[in-house]
């Protein structure tokens, strides 16, 4: 069943976390909401699920709107960021709580219990009581309970972010796959990038109440639209840049910058909003940049590598040029020797546009005027 969010808003102590937030989820869909902690995503959740009353707007499951249905009347499931399984009930119970609730039937209570435990791999331990299981199975246990009273939406509160890499990774394979069998629409909030990335069919990307970005993972990690959805996301080299000049295909831009004299030359083709504003916000992604010795005759600046960060078959370069630092993804395999003075190289079409204001500029650009929307 689809969702629709109008205009909700909600304050705590003057301080607003939902400002004025609008959303629509696809029926069928994995839809994750990414935003660091303490944005109001799962005061978001809370409110679908009529654990917290919006201050403004409207909350639509399908044709209904659900403002005034108490949270047992409403057609959701919950799974709560710490589990929030009974103790003194075995798993069976657990899972069969809110069937019980509802009036069902004992004979449909145990078909849809043992349906959805074996869905979760858990069909082994339904005479367990939960101090005897570990993490993820807790987790699933939980899944369990909330898919059995079969709501028409699912909602996630970082129901992975107690558990250990390796078995988070597991259980973030686990889910798509239970998801895309039951095929419940399903909201799923976090502060992790590679869950978003790993689970959602679309990612809305959250900052100070405000959806700054609804689209597919791929979109929101390598076509960001604002400054902070790219530094979010892993994008750190945000360039201000001024035209000079612009000739057929290539555009030439100063970079705004105290200390950094130089230009770049980007290919305009796939993005026209190139050619038709002067001042603009670049982002220019990690993997984008390669390191060298040798001296390039455009898009090449001199540096020098002040840090250098592990991250998987990866290392995260951090090179200062004249003041300005970069970051690069550097591959290990093959890598040269990442210390002292170095070339920063780029090619022209490396750079993708931003819109907005970033609201982190050092004090030399707050008046710099970022364009105001990306046209494709």
Excluded at 64 to 69: A, K, L, T, V
Excluded at 204 to 232: C, M, N, W
Excluded at 234 to 253: P, Y
Aim: hydrophobic share 40%.
């Amino acid at each position: 069943m689809s969702i629709q969010l109008n205009n909700i808003t909600k304050n705590f102590g003057g301080r607003t976390v939902l400002n004025d937030l609008g959303l629509k989820i696809k029926n069928g869909e994995f839809h994750v909401i990414l935003g660091p902690s303490g944005e109001g995503k799962s005061s978001l959740l809370a409110i679908i699920a009529g654990l917290l009353k919006p201050d403004r707007g409207e909350i639509w499951i399908g044709d209904r709107q659900i403002n005034s249905f108490p949270p047992r009347k409403r057609p959701v499931g919950f799974v709560f960021q710490d589990f929030a399984l009974f103790p003194h009930l075995t798993v069976f119970d657990n899972v069969a709580y809110g069937l019980r609730a509802a009036g069902l039937k004992s004979s449909c209570i145990k078909e849809r219990v043992n349906r959805h435990l074996h869905l979760v791999g858990m069909s082994d331990h339904r005479s367990k009581y939960p101090v005897t299981l570990s993490g993820g199975e807790k987790q699933r246990v939980a899944l369990a309970r909330a898919l059995a009273i079969e709501p028409e939406v699912l909602l996630l509160d970082e129901p992975l972010s107690h558990l250990d890499v390796s078995l988070k990774e597991q259980l973030t394979d686990e889910l798509k796959c239970i998801q895309r069998e039951s095929g419940v629409t399903t909201l799923y909030v976090t502060h992790d990038k590679m869950e978003a990335m790993t689970l959602a069919n679309r990612v809305s990307v959250l900052h100070r109440g405000r959806i700054e970005q609804v689209e597919e993972p791929d979109k929101v990690f390598y076509q960001p639209k604002t400054p902070f959805v790219a530094s979010f996301v892993g994008s750190k080299n945000i360039l201000n840049v001024r035209l000079v000049d612009l000739k057929e295909s290539t555009a030439t831009f100063d970079i705004v910058h105290p200390e950094l004299r130089e230009r770049l030359q980007i290919d305009v083709k796939r993005y026209p909003v190139f050619t038709r504003k002067k001042e603009l916000s670049l982002c220019l992604h990690p993997e984008k940049i390669k390191l060298c010795r040798e001296v390039r005759p455009a898009n090449c600046f001199a540096g020098q590598v002040v840090k250098v960060d592990s991250r998987g078959a990866f290392f995260e370069v951090t090179v200062d040029v004249s003041g300005l630092l970069l970051t690069a993804s550097i591959p290990k395999a093959g890598s040269m020797e990442l210390t002292g003075d170095i070339q920063v190289c780029f090619s022209p079409d490396a750079f993708h546009p931003l819109c907005g204001r970033c609201h982190s500029l050092p004090e030399y650009l707050r008046d710099f005027e970022c364009i105001k929307h990306v046209e494709a």
